[in-house]
Structures are given as C-alpha cells and as structure tokens.
C-alpha cells in the first residue's frame, strides 16, 4: 500500500504561484517531492534496526530552493549535462544557449527545469508533474511537452520521464539527488562501497566536457565493477572525486547501473536504468556555505549523485548514443531506485 499526502510547501515570489508538497509513503520508504523543479527534499529509509533517517541533502523550506544551490534533488533539462560553449548545430542552424556552467551550458541553462512550477496530478501510488517547455525556451528549438512521474513500490522509487517535441531537439532528462546513505548531514560519504556496471567512461578537458573518447575502465580509477570503499579509493588513485559520466549497456530495457551500500547503517541503495550513462558526481564543489536541513552544513564529499542520463555533450559527438527527439516521436525513460538493508 501507498499512501500520498499533499500539503503546501510555500509560495514563490511576486505571486510567482503555490508550490505544493506530496509526501508518498510504503512500509519501507517515505518520500517528499514538491512541485518546484519536481524536486525531492526528504528520503527516509529504515536502517538495519529499523531507524529511518533522511538520506538526501536538500532544505526544509522552499527559500532555500531558490536561493543558487546545486539542483539538490531537482529534475534538470531540457538537457541534463554539459553542452560545449553552449552551442550546437541542428538541420545547419545554429543555437546558442546561457553559458552558467565555466565556458560551457549546463542543466537546461539559466532557467532549467529545477527552476519551474510544474503541474501535479496525484496518482494511487505517486505523483505526476506535467509542463510545456516553450519553443525557444532557453534557447531550445521545438515546444516540449514533458511529463514526470514519481511511484512507489515498497521499497522502489520510480521514476519516469517522457517527452514529445514539436520540433527536432536534444533532449535529456535526470533526477539530481545527492544521497548520503548514513543520513544527510553526515560529514562526508568515504565510508560509502560503491559498484558501477561499467566497462568504460568518458574522459573529460579541463571545463568537464568529453574529450570524445570512450575509454575503457580497465586499470584505472573508473573501474568500479567490483566493489570500492570510496574514501581509500580517491586516496589510492589521488583523485579530487568523481564528476564522470559512465557508459552502461545502450539496451532500451531495464539494465542494472549502481550499488552503493553504507555498512554502518546497512543501507543499500540500488539502481536500474533505461538510460545509456550515469553521471556519477561526488559533492566536489560543495563547500559547506550551504546550510541545510535541521541546521546541518554540506561539505564536499558530503553527498553523492548518480544521474542516469544520455552522455555529455551528445549533441555534439556523433558518435556518442543520440540525444535528438524528433517530432511524432516519444522521449521515455524510467529510473528505479531500489533501497534495502544487508
């Protein structure tokens, strides 16, 4: 059984609208998501001794969604990722969009989709937000008429995205959580193992972006097949953290991405993914300026990211899996977030 409870979050400025909070609840999971950037502010799941605690970072009120923060919890789009200087070419035009993110575009640009109210409708066992992204928005060819679509089951989140375009667009779509499996506000996730099933990842320029190479993980820091205590490992390789994208399976089905088990509580989450790649981000630029629920400051580190998702910069890299939602076509994909204890 799942229940749904809606209550007002908190209203936006200069009459900018409602936004409203659903609270889905299971026997195994709690979970808050509002309808501002379709964002989820509390996680609670049961410890091995049956403890709940709230393990995604994120803020009790709706003033700290909206002061600059980095999309804790929030569905980010039109396109999810990095898009070189901010630029890309379709049908021999040329778009331009924000550069927010170094020389380059990130998230959707200046007003992504983390930044919107979007239109709920309550389901038996969740929520689903609805918008339309106008043509032009952000720079974007083509209206975009998306739909998100949180569920329950038992200790299962799913989520699932689709769209359809008026006009041909890149499109790509992602939830960015930071988890911290021991509860938010602990310091930092170097006790968390990790295990991504990827045999290779895209190596990044300096400002992030794909050099172009798909390189494989083998004998390198990216080869997290088997599991890695994540502290010792960024030590044993002296890495600064992760802000990687890794390529999975390019199957349309359901296949398995991450692991991620915390021993101390017995924390497990897992995750499967219709998607291509999975951004796996560490909290490197999180600085503990930020204060968060109950008065808790998130240093880096302090959180993880796994963001399902089409590779970086497709875009622009022919070669990489294809990004471009045509019209009469339908964007759909679906993320299962699978929490246990071991």
């Not at 998501?33 to 509390?42: E, K, P, V, Y």
């Not at 049961?46 to 709706?62: C, I, N, P």
């Not at 929030?74 to 070189?84: E, K, L, P």
């Not at 949180?150 to 995205?161: I, M």
């Amino acid at each position: 059984m799942v229940s749904v409870t809606r209550t007002v979050f908190g209203e936006l400025p200069s009459g900018g609208g409602t936004v409203e909070k659903f609270q889905l609840q299971s026997d195994l999971l709690k979970v808050d998501i509002i309808s501002w950037g379709c964002t989820i502010t509390a996680l609670e799941v049961k410890d091995r001794q049956g403890k709940a605690s709230d393990v995604v970072l994120g803020f009790a009120e709706l003033e700290g969604y909206l002061q600059k923060q980095p999309y804790f919890g929030a569905v980010v789009g039109r396109v999810a990722n990095r898009i070189a200087k901010g630029a890309f070419t379709l049908d021999g035009k040329e778009y331009h969009l924000a550069i927010n993110n170094g020389p380059n575009s990130l998230h959707g640009g200046l007003r992504g989709f983390d930044k919107v109210l979007w239109t709920p409708q309550v389901l038996t066992n969740g929520v689903q937000f609805s918008r339309v992204s106008p043509d032009g928005e952000e720079g974007y060819p083509g209206e975009l008429k998306v739909c998100v679509t949180y569920t329950l089951d038992g200790g299962e989140l799913v989520v699932n995205y689709r769209a359809q375009s008026s006009q041909t667009t890149p499109v790509n779509l992602t939830n960015h959580s930071y988890f911290n499996l021991a509860g938010q506000g602990s310091p930092n996730i170097y006790d968390h193992e990790v295990t991504i099933e990827a045999d290779a990842f895209l190596p990044v320029d300096e400002t992030l972006i794909p050099t172009g190479d798909v390189a494989p993980v083998q004998g390198t820091a990216f080869d997290l097949r088997k599991p890695v205590k994540l502290g010792k490992h960024l030590q044993e390789f002296h890495i600064n953290g992760f802000d990687h994208n890794f390529c999975l399976k390019r199957s349309k089905e359901k296949h398995f991405c991450a692991r991620v088990h915390h021993a101390g509580s017995g924390r497990v989450l897992e995750v499967y993914t219709t998607q291509p790649g999975v951004q796996f981000y560490t909290g490197n630029f999180l600085n503990g300026t930020l204060k968060g629920k109950s008065g808790v400051v998130y240093p880096k580190h302090s959180g993880f990211c796994l963001e399902t998702q089409h590779w970086p910069d497709a875009v622009n890299q022919p070669h990489f899996p294809p990004v471009l939602l045509s019209p009469g076509e339908e964007y759909n994909h679906t993320t299962w977030f699978k929490f246990s204890v071991a």
